[in-house]
DNA sequence: CTTATGATGTACT
DNA sequence: GTACATCATAAGG
């Protein structure tokens, strides 16, 4: 089964974003639960050729992580209130990642409603904000290292706080649209569903 | 199901 | 001042 090692990350984001869909996110939470989610649906950005992207213009305090090893996470916060989640892709220096924009719930969907106190489960994972919520994550995942045995600012519990798995069904299929929530860069079909499940 | 709108902080022109 | 890789809510069909 696929390595998800640097080598893995480090490729064109939108092959990447293709081949995330149907990965197992394990989020491991401060008290020690733990819920897994399947990735449904991507995003790519890259910073040359693409003006949507954070890294399109110049290198800054907020996307330089987007410059940073390919398998680490850059989060940004937005819209006054919400984060967002991505990984980083391309080798070091060349900026791009994957925002991570939905998933569905696999395991110990319990941890993640407790934190969404109302919320059906079918909306718990649908949205780049939503799922950060639900996942319980925040700037302090801001380069985040999916690939070290420890990640970096919260190990608690014993356990990595994130992991990603490659998927345990071979990779559905797919269909590419444009991004959503961008004003430019809309002629470029680099949104990713996953289908088939 | 759909569309419209306010909330709210930061980066950037 | 304006835009922003968004979401919850309210109102209409």
Same mark, same amino acid.
């Given at each position: 089964m696929t390595r998800l090692d640097r080598a893995w990350f480090a490729r064109d984001a939108r092959e990447v974003a293709v081949d995330l869909l149907g990965c197992t996110l394990v989020r491991r939470f401060p008290d020690g639960s733990e819920a897994a989610v399947r990735i449904v649906e991507t995003e790519a950005y890259r910073g040359?050729?693409?003006?949507? /992207?954070?890294?399109?213009r110049r290198r800054t305090p907020r996307n330089d992580p987007m410059f940073g090893r390919p398998g680490t996470l850059y989060v940004y916060f937005t819209y006054g209130m919400h984060y967002c989640m991505n990984i980083v892709c391309e080798p070091e220096e060349t900026p791009a990642a994957v925002l991570i924009r939905g998933a569905v719930p696999v395991r110990g969907a319990e941890h993640l409603r407790a934190r969404r106190p109302g919320v059906p489960d079918r909306l718990l994972l649908n949205g780049p904000a939503k799922l950060t919520k639900s996942l319980e994550?925040?700037?302090?995942?801001?380069?985040?290292?999916?690939?070290?045995?420890n990640g970096g600012p919260d190990e608690a519990?014993?356990?990595?706080a994130l992991r990603i798995l490659p998927p345990d069904s071979p990779p559905p299929g797919y269909r590419a649209t444009p991004r959503i929530?961008? /004003?430019?860069?809309?002629?470029?079909?680099w949104r990713f569903v996953a289908e088939g499940f």
């Open positions: 040359t050729d693409d003006p949507a /992207s954070h890294a399109g994550l925040d700037l302090a995942f801001n380069r985040y290292d999916l690939l070290a045995a519990c014993g356990g990595k929530g961008i /004003s430019a860069g809309t002629d470029l079909l």
